[in-house]
Each structure stands twice: as C-alpha cells, then as structure tokens.
C-alpha cells in the first residue's frame, strides 16, 4: 500500500464504523437516526449496529426501538454504543431504560501489507494446533457447535445461512482472485494427536470486504483453552484474507481478555465500543397516546 493509501487512524475508525452484520434471511432497517437488523421474522435477537439521533430524540428513539422489538414478539435488543457507531450519550440513556451492559470492546487494527507474503501478527502457534477454514456442511457445523457451547446467545444456523455460506467458499476456492463482494469464513482449530483423529476444540469467523479482514466470533472449549488455538485462528485468518486482497486486519476484541494478546501480537488500539442488551421478552407493553 503506497503512502496515500496508508491505514491511517482515521480510515481505520471509518472502516470500523462500517462493520455491520446482516445474516441470510433478516432484515435491515435503516434511518438518519439508526441502522438495526432484525432476525427472521423477528424472533430471536435485534440489533442496533448505529444511532445517531439529536440529544433531545434520543429517548423517543430507545423507546420507539424497544416497542418494535416487543410488538414483533422479539425476544433480545442488543445495541452497540461508541466511537463511529453513536453520540457519547446513548449509554447512560441505555442504562436508565434497563439495558445492561454486556461488552466493553476495543476497537484494534493491524497491517497486512500489501506485498507478497503478509506481515502477521506475532503469536505462537503451537505445532499440534492446525486452523483451516470450515470447507462443507459437516464442518460448518462443526464450527456452529462449538460456537453455541462458548457463546450460550449464539442463533441457530439457518438453511439460507448455510447455502449462501457453501456458495461462498465455493466461489473463493475455485476463484480465489474472483473479487466481487464480501467473503464471509468460519474457522475450526483442529489438536493434532498422535494417539487419535484431531479434535475440533475452537473456532473463529472471518469476513473480507475489499481490503479489510474482519476478525469476529474467536471461541475455546473450555478445557482446552491456554493451547493456543486462538492464536492460530487469528494468524490463519489473517493469512488467507491476505491472499484474497486484505491489507488490513480489524477486530472488536473484549478489553479484558483477547485485547491485551493482540496488542502484543502488534495490533493497535484505535477507539472503544461497548454492547448493551435487554431482554424485551420480558418488558410490559409501552402504552401508546390516544388517537388524536
């Protein structure tokens, strides 16, 4: 990457700002004041990705955002606060409307480069961990099970999710230079046995949109965790977004626990997120004016 195209803090928090999650099958709703995706017929869990309302509607906008979510039978909000995604006062609104805060995230960037062999992070990777791409169905859900066992929350896998995740890793294998649209991968990091088959014990995804990496969903099995699967989930990922045209690698890692391993890895900190949920299962109905 030449000089002008440089990842500057700026194009970085751009970047970051843009990182929005819409899964086979849902719907995103997008305003001046927000933009939300809600799952299959709205069941499940909706998600505020980024609001922008002037101070004095904020309020008006939580509210009117929770009703809809109820009214649809929905069952969880989660909304995302922070640099590039809302105003600094959605939090304490949030709060004081009965959102709990769930994450604080760290908004990290490291450069690929953009020569023939990438610059990687620096993290060990262990001879008995292997990371590869899920490549089929049976490993795609592989990868979803270990997902849901780390990440209690985690949605079931859909059949449009699943075809459209097969389409793509079809369409990269057999043209990897083909270009054309993002790239979205699950990982596993396999332990190697001598003794016996390897063991799926984590997994990660990955999502490639022009010439960033997106680095998301990064889960041990407990009992297998300090064994460095993660790391060879983060240098893997990262070395074949490269080979598809990434020079930069971004993640949202949790401040208080894969943040301080990227840092040293050689990621840096760019800005600060934070994730607050509700359960809107249970809220009582919003009782609406009367008709003027």
Known sequence: MDEKKRWTNEAVLRESGRWVHVPAGCALVEDAERLMVHPPEFRGTSRVWRSWPARHAAEDLILKTVQEVC?????????????????????????????????????????????PRPMLPRLDVPAEIRATPARNGAELEEAHAIASRVFPNSPPLSEPEVRAYLRG??????????????????????????????EAIATAG???????????????????????????????????????????????????????????????????????????????????????
């Open 206 to 292: 990955a999502q490639v949109v022009g010439e960033t990496v997106r680095l998301w969903g990064a889960g041990t099995l407990a009992e297998y965790r300090r064994r460095g699967a993660y790391g060879a989930l983060v240098v893997e990922r990262c070395r074949l977004a490269h080979a598809l045209g990434a020079t930069l690698a971004l993640t949202k890692a949790n401040e208080a626990t894969s943040a301080p391993l990227l840092r040293n890895a050689g990621f840096r900190t760019i800005a600060s997120e934070r994730r607050h949920a509700l359960q809107t299962s249970h809220q009582a109905p919003i009782p609406q004016p009367p008709a003027q």
């Open 169 to 198: 890793i079809e369409r990269v294998t057999r043209q990897p230079d083909a270009g054309g649209g993002a790239c979205e991968f699950r990982f596993l990091a396999l332990l190697r046995d001598p003794a016996r088959e390897e």
């Open 71 to 115: 009214a649809s039978g929905g069952e969880r909000l989660v909304w995302h606060t922070g640099d590039a995604v809302s105003p600094p006062f959605m939090d304490g609104l949030l709060s004081r409307h009965g959102f709990e805060k769930t994450e604080d995230l760290e908004v990290l960037a490291f450069e690929l480069g953009d020569g």
